[in-house]
């Protein structure tokens, strides 16, 4: 029985945390050099980036050798790049490690920042964060969480040992605890489950509610009100689909305070606007460790500003976090 090809390592490091982007050339094709690839493969790069790359030798190859642009194609063969990082505005809020062992890192992020690169959060993102400061260059997200959510997130240390823990979240053997900040409903009978069926096409920024087989489970209580404010509200999802609870709250009447898409699409705030967090909480992550056995449970430590002090929330004053 033949092999899979072991894909070779990466001979250009990381830049701010970030890994140089693969690509590997197809079996076929019409191409004669690896510029003529390149140059359909990125064309959205603008005129003369893919060229200008080829020409200063910034496209590598397994030996670590700039690659010519009229370099013949060579099928299955491995190219490495580094990509502009695109200008971002720095999250003023510092990612907490809650735990730290051999194989993994549970960090406690702030909202604003993404868990890993994606569009044009790149650099200012949890991970990069985290391999830049506890020089830990192949550290990976065994799981995601909002860019607009705060809490806990799991990171594992050994490449070899991620897909064990991406396997607890994929079969539903992590016990996830949120906590969320909306309007008090008086007429709304809790606790609560709620099951429906969650579609999130690709492009558009909403998840929707449609009819069919439930595919999403969310169990909603409510943990305590203060008068004339909102209510604080104990949030535990037995599935994972996108935006699950967000959808789910706005669904029961009670949707999430500074929610940008639910139930209205407003859009995001302007780059550098951190007032009005998400007011969505990872708060708690339970589960047995596949590698070692250990029983985990990890609290976050933060606090919700629309719950701490609603009035200064809601003037849009610096969240405290």
Same mark, same amino acid.
């Given at each position: 029985?033949?092999?899979? #090809? ?9 830049? #701010?945390?970030?890994?140089p %982007? ?25 005129d ?13 190859? +397994?030996?670590?050798?700039? /690659?010519?642009?009229?370099a ?25 490690? @809650?735990?730290?062992?051999?194989? &993994?890192v @549970? ?10 690169? $994606? ?18 260059? =192949? ?9 607009l959510?705060?809490?806990? /997130?799991?990171?594992? /240390? $050994? ?12 079969d539903? $053997? ?6 969320? %900040? ?9 606790? @609560?489950?709620?099951?429906?069926? &969650?579609?999130?096409?690709?492009? /558009? ?26 209510? $604080? ?12 609870l ?15 898409l639910?139930?209205?699409?407003t859009?995001? +705030? ?5 007032? #009005?967090?998400?007011q ?13 056995? =250990? ?14 002090s ?12």
């Amino acid at each position: 029985m033949r092999r899979p #090809r072991r894909t070779p390592p990466s001979p250009l490091p990381q830049r #701010r945390g970030v890994d140089p %982007v693969r690509v590997r050339l197809p079996a076929r094709g019409p191409w004669a050099t690896v510029g003529g690839y390149l140059a359909e493969r990125l064309s959205g790069a603008g005129d003369g980036v893919v060229e200008g790359m080829l020409g200063e030798g910034l496209v590598v190859g +397994a030996d670590g050798m700039p /690659v010519p642009g009229d370099a013949a194609f060579v099928p299955g063969m491995y190219l490495w790049f580094h990509r502009e990082l695109p200008e971002e505005v720095p999250v003023p809020f510092p990612v907490e490690v @809650v735990h730290r062992d051999d194989h &993994i890192v @549970v960090a406690d992020k702030p909202h604003f920042l993404a868990t890993a690169p $994606r569009g044009g959060h790149v650099a200012e993102t949890a991970l990069a964060r985290l391999r830049r400061e506890l020089g830990l260059p =192949a550290l990976s997200p065994a799981h995601r969480l909002d860019r607009l959510t705060a809490g806990l /997130v799991l990171f594992t /240390v $050994r490449p070899a040992e991620r897909g064990a823990y991406q396997a607890l979240f994929r079969d539903r $053997r992590v016990r996830k605890v949120y906590e969320g %900040v909306a309007p008090r409903a008086p007429s709304l009978t809790l606790p @609560v489950t709620v099951r429906s069926r &969650i579609v999130k096409e690709r492009g /558009v920024l909403a998840a929707r509610e449609v009819t069919g087989e439930p595919n999403a489970v969310s169990r909603v209580e409510l943990v305590d009100r203060r008068p004339g404010g909102p209510a $604080r509200y104990r949030l535990v999802p037995e599935t994972g689909q996108t935006h699950q609870l967000r959808v789910h709250m706005s669904a029961l009447g009670v949707p999430l305070l500074g929610d940008p898409l639910y139930p209205v699409v407003t859009g995001p +705030a302007p780059a550098g606007d951190f007032r #009005r967090p998400l007011q969505l909480l990872a708060r708690e992550l339970e589960f047995t460790d596949p590698v070692t056995g =250990a029983e985990h449970r990890f609290v976050s430590a933060r606090t919700l500003g629309a719950w701490d002090s609603y009035e200064e929330w809601a003037a849009g004053l610096p969240p405290r976090q």
